[in-house]
């Protein structure tokens, strides 16, 4: 069987999903948000120590106002309202991202949710909100200009290896794992700005439901799909 310690879920297919029941968008995004628990508590239940899902890109501001104000009351609502479910279950919960550019009180229930969970060790759950992996890799280079960090490595090539390891270390999800499977739901087969770095070795896995009706028997599905593949990295 594969190590399955971590996987990442783009959640597409939100507004697709109002829309074909001939409802607004913003209903879709209502519904998806509850389908985050189902699947959460599925995994902490099935011992993954990693699930990251995205929430919000860094170019989903490019969505009408309407939307993008919609999307970041819901997001208050959710953390306000699942904040207990994450003590009960023992949740640790972490946020990736650039999460300076919200509201000051969205800011403070994302620091206080991370604060308050994090001595938990069973599952951890990271929301990836206004998020892109171009933008997480520039304040990670960012991070380590200002940090001045020399790796004194001896040759050019020896410099750039080290630097790999000191580059993770700057991204967000410096304590985590690569990511072993990343779901797209929503029938798109792109990656739309996610994890580029983390996932470099994911095995990827798409499929047409909408996210709202992705369910655990579909996530089961997929799992086990996941262990008949050969990984490589690279070697034979
Ligand atoms: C994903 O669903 C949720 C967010 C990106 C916030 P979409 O809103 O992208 O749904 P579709 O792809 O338009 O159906
Ligand atoms: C990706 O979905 C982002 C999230 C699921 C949060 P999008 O719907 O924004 O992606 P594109 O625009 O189809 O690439
Ligand atoms: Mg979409």
Redesign the pocket.
């Known amino acids: 069987m594969q190590a399955l310690q971590h996987i990442a879920i783009?959640?597409?297919g939100n507004?697709r999903w109002a829309q074909m029941q001939g409802k607004a968008r913003h209903i879709g995004h209502k519904k998806g948000a509850k389908n985050v628990r189902v699947i959460t508590d599925w995994c902490a239940k099935h011992e993954i120590q990693f699930l990251t899902l995205?929430?919000?890109?860094t170019?989903?501001w490019n969505r009408p106002k309407k939307e993008v104000d919609f999307l970041m009351r819901l997001l208050e609502r959710y953390l306000r309202d699942e904040a207990p479910t994450y003590h009960e279950n023992e949740i640790k919960f972490r946020a990736i991202g650039d999460i300076e550019t919200f509201s000051q009180p969205l800011r403070d229930l994302i620091y206080t949710l991370e604060s308050s969970t994090k001595s938990y060790t069973k599952l951890t759950q990271t929301l990836?909100l206004n998020?892109g992996s171009r933008n997480e890799i520039a304040r990670a280079c960012y991070k380590i200009l200002q940090a001045n960090m020399s790796n004194g490595a001896q040759s050019p090539q020896e410099a750039v290896k080290a630097l790999e390891s000191t580059f993770a270390n700057a991204l967000d999800t410096a304590d985590m794992p690569d990511v072993d499977l990343l779901i797209r739901t929503?029938g798109?087969q792109?990656l739309?700005?996610?994890l580029l770095w983390q996932a470099s070795y994911a095995e990827l896995a798409f499929t047409h439901t909408l996210?709202p009706d992705f369910n655990t028997n579909e996530l089961a599905r997929i799992i086990e799909e996941f262990h008949s593949r050969t990984r490589r990295f690279g070697g034979l």
């Open positions: 783009i959640m597409d507004g995205y929430a919000f890109s170019e989903n990836a998020y929503g798109e792109r739309s700005n996610f996210w």
